[in-house]
């Protein structure tokens, strides 16, 4: 785990996530500016770092209703302007970005950070950036997969290493350099995932770790791709033991269980609209409140028992929360953070403390 | 309540024969009823390629949006090679999981041979479950021998028309109560 900047011992890490969405208040109908959204998105990851969380993830989606296209320009930001919580896109759109300039990027921001900077790459849920980048989508599948092997060889070469490349989206490389290297040599790449098992098992076989999204319904049906994806690691030669797991999942905490669900509905079901086309239906929503239904609503005791359901079910290393989509407004941004950070956060990391040192005592 | 008629082919005549007499029916029983006639002849549908309904261009935009606006669909098809039409199952596959969530769907099937009655029911009440319509029971199976020349020659089929017109206004109805009814229980 130590590759990944994780260490076990301390219990499971607690972050924030954000698609950097960019929507309308529908309690007010008021849409706040583009640069009131991203300010207000470096200041919510100072905020975390100040109550105490661990990782903020930032993604790109290059169409409406977002805003954090270059969300590698605002994490620059963010490394400026926090000292100690570990800063990552969510995700990277790979397939439609050069995996060198990638490269580059997050280990330039890594250097400024201190040794903070991780890449989750993806294939994005949205395909608007493929035709506005000048990407064809029937490439879809194999432009990532190109693409991220190239990202894992410039990662697992040594620093002064000199790359070899060819493929089929890339101008070859012939003895070329990378620079600037990350702070230590290699940055943390996890691979984004869906639902279904597909991805997770290339995440398995390709060894990197993998970021699932869980967005709702039980959370045991995510379990067949947490299994298939630790199958995979051990059929490829890699170690499960090794390699973290995150689990990522729409996130709203209040006082009251009944008081989350009043607050989170509207924004939950404009931003689905927004992004989806229709909204989100409330049956659906009303069963959410069960502790085995993986949608994160509830009460801080509600959410402890969610996590620590999932964490029997996945054994996960990292949880990332999206508590601001379908344009929650930045003061119940922060009431959630601080409701994580006072009464969520401290409980679940006791229950998920694994001892290391006695294990190895053990052996 | 709004409804959208789907003529799901562009060859042949005799569903769209059927389906204008549908809602011909429909404006009578129901003048309140708005009902939107989409006839994938009038429209250059693209082959779906993975993007959400809302980012085609127009026309196409509009017509997919209006399926997705729309309270119940009335949805025609012939039967070609003992299946759907491509151009009807590619309607579907540019609208997303779930499309169907609290819409009525009824249908009308017309085909050349009686041999063909039970492909709706194998073929096309799938595809409508899974997206979540709320079907219509029965569907009016129409034969080539019952239109001559776009007019319906046969009153059975006139009759179940008719039946199928009034199940699907009083079903959306039916359906809009009982989300109201569940929906008065949650305080959010």
């Given at each position: 785990?130590?590759k990944?900047?994780?260490n076990?011992?301390?219990?499971?890490e607690?972050?924030?996530?954000?698609l950097?969405?960019h929507m309308a208040?529908?309690?007010?109908?008021?849409?706040?500016?583009?640069?009131?959204?991203?300010?207000?998105?470096?200041?919510?990851?100072?905020?975390s770092?100040?109550?105490?969380?661990?990782?903020?993830?930032?993604?790109?989606?290059?169409q409406?209703?977002?805003?954090?296209?270059?969300?590698?320009v605002?994490?620059?930001?963010?490394?400026?302007?926090?000292?100690k919580?570990k800063?990552?896109?969510?995700?990277?759109v790979?397939?439609?970005?050069?995996?060198?300039?990638?490269?580059?990027e997050y280990?330039?921001l890594?250097?400024?950070?201190?040794?903070?900077?991780?890449?989750?790459?993806?294939?994005?849920?949205?395909?608007?950036?493929?035709?506005?980048?000048?990407?064809?989508l029937?490439n879809?599948?194999?432009l990532?997969?190109e693409k991220?092997?190239?990202?894992?060889?410039?990662?697992?070469?040594?620093?002064?290493?000199?790359?070899?490349?060819s493929?089929?989206?890339?101008?070859?490389l012939?003895?070329?350099e990378?620079l600037p290297q990350p702070?230590?040599?290699?940055?943390?790449?996890?691979?984004?995932?869906?639902?279904?098992p597909?991805?997770?098992?290339?995440?398995?076989?390709?060894?990197?770790?993998?970021?699932?999204?869980?967005?709702?319904?039980?959370?045991?049906?995510?379990?067949?791709?947490?299994?298939?994806y630790?199958?995979?690691?051990?059929?490829?030669?890699?170690?499960?033991q090794?390699?973290?797991?995150?689990?990522?999942s729409?996130?709203?905490?209040?006082?009251?269980?009944?008081?989350?669900?009043?607050e989170?509905?509207?924004?939950?079901?404009e931003?689905m609209?927004r992004?989806?086309?229709?909204g989100?239906?409330?049956?659906?929503?009303?069963?959410s409140?069960?502790t085995r239904?993986?949608?994160?609503?509830g009460?801080?005791?509600?959410?402890?028992?969610?996590?620590?359901?999932?964490?029997?079910?996945?054994?996960?290393?990292?949880?990332?929360?999206?508590?601001?989509?379908?344009?929650?407004?930045?003061?119940?941004?922060k009431?959630n953070?601080?409701?994580?950070?006072?009464?969520?956060?401290?409980?679940?990391?006791?229950?998920?403390?694994?001892?290391?040192?006695?294990?190895?005592?053990?052996? | 309540?709004?409804?959208?008629?789907?003529?799901?082919?562009r060859?042949?005549?005799?569903?769209?024969a059927?389906?204008?007499?549908?809602?011909?029916?429909?404006?009578k029983?129901?003048?309140?009823v708005?009902?939107?006639?989409?006839?994938?002849?009038?429209?250059?549908l693209p082959?779906?390629d993975?993007?959400?309904?809302?980012?085609?261009e127009?026309p196409?935009?509009?017509?997919?949006?209006?399926?997705m606006?729309?309270?119940?669909?009335?949805?025609?098809?012939?039967i070609?090679q003992?299946?759907?039409p491509?151009?009807?199952?590619?309607?579907?596959?540019m609208?997303?999981?779930n499309?169907f969530?609290?819409?009525?769907?009824?249908?009308?099937?017309?085909a050349?041979?009686p041999?063909?009655?039970?492909?709706?029911e194998?073929?096309?009440?799938?595809?409508l479950?899974?997206?979540?319509?709320?079907?219509a029971?029965?569907?009016?199976?129409?034969?080539?021998?019952d239109i001559?020349?776009g007019a319906?020659?046969n009153?059975?089929?006139?009759?179940?028309v008719?039946r199928?017109v009034?199940?699907?206004?009083?079903?959306?109805?039916a359906?809009q109560?009982?989300?109201?009814?569940?929906?008065a229980?949650?305080?959010?």
């Amino acid at each position: 785990m130590e590759k990944y900047r994780i260490n076990e011992a301390e219990g499971m890490e607690f972050g924030l996530y954000s698609l950097g969405d960019h929507m309308a208040n529908p309690l007010t109908g008021k849409r706040i500016s583009q640069q009131q959204r991203i300010n207000e998105i470096v200041e919510i990851a100072k905020f975390s770092e100040e109550a105490g969380l661990d990782i903020f993830g930032l993604g790109e989606s290059h169409q409406k209703y977002f805003t954090t296209q270059a969300n590698q320009v605002i994490l620059g930001a963010i490394a400026q302007a926090t000292n100690k919580i570990k800063i990552s896109s969510a995700v990277t759109v790979l397939s439609v970005n050069d995996p060198i300039r990638v490269y580059e990027e997050y280990a330039t921001l890594d250097l400024l950070s201190n040794g903070r900077a991780e890449i989750v790459a993806g294939r994005g849920s949205r395909v608007g950036a493929y035709e506005l980048l000048g990407y064809d989508l029937k490439n879809y599948e194999e432009l990532f997969e190109e693409k991220l092997e190239m990202l894992l060889q410039l990662n697992d070469a040594e620093p002064e290493e000199l790359i070899n490349w060819s493929g089929q989206f890339h101008a070859p490389l012939n003895q070329a350099e990378i620079l600037p290297q990350p702070k230590n040599g290699h940055l943390p790449i996890w691979r984004g995932v869906g639902g279904p098992p597909g991805s997770a098992i290339k995440a398995g076989y390709q060894g990197v770790p993998m970021m699932l999204t869980t967005l709702g319904g039980p959370a045991i049906n995510f379990k067949i791709a947490v299994d298939a994806y630790r199958e995979a690691l051990q059929r490829g030669g890699f170690d499960p033991q090794k390699m973290p797991i995150a689990t990522t999942s729409l996130f709203y905490v209040a006082d009251t269980t009944q008081k989350a669900m009043q607050e989170m509905y509207p924004f939950l079901n404009e931003g689905m609209l927004r992004i989806r086309g229709g909204g989100y239906p409330k049956q659906q929503f009303a069963q959410s409140k069960d502790t085995r239904d993986a949608l994160m609503v509830g009460s801080p005791q509600e959410i402890i028992e969610k996590l620590l359901y999932q964490y029997e079910l996945f054994g996960q290393q990292r949880f990332l929360a999206q508590i601001d989509f379908g344009g929650v407004p930045l003061d119940l941004i922060k009431k959630n953070i601080e409701l994580i950070a006072t009464e969520i956060m401290p409980t679940v990391k006791k229950y998920t403390k694994k001892e290391v040192a006695k294990r190895k005592e053990q052996n | 309540m709004k409804i959208a008629a789907i003529i799901g082919s562009r060859l042949g005549n005799n569903t769209r024969a059927v389906v204008h007499f549908a809602v011909t029916e429909m404006k009578k029983y129901d003048p309140t009823v708005e009902v939107s006639i989409l006839d994938v002849a009038d429209y250059e549908l693209p082959f779906s390629d993975g993007r959400a309904f809302f980012e085609y261009e127009q026309p196409v935009k509009g017509f997919l949006e209006t399926i997705m606006e729309a309270d119940a669909l009335l949805i025609g098809t012939p039967i070609f090679q003992a299946s759907i039409p491509g151009t009807l199952k590619n309607i579907f596959d540019m609208l997303p999981v779930n499309a169907f969530e609290g819409k009525v769907a009824s249908m009308i099937v017309t085909a050349g041979s009686p041999k063909h009655y039970l492909i709706a029911e194998q073929q096309l009440k799938p595809i409508l479950s899974y997206m979540k319509a709320n079907l219509a029971p029965t569907y009016v199976f129409v034969e080539e021998k019952d239109i001559v020349r776009g007019a319906i020659m046969n009153p059975d089929v006139e009759f179940r028309v008719q039946r199928l017109v009034e199940d699907t206004v009083l079903l959306v109805e039916a359906y809009q109560a009982m989300r109201e009814k569940k929906e008065a229980a949650y305080d959010f």
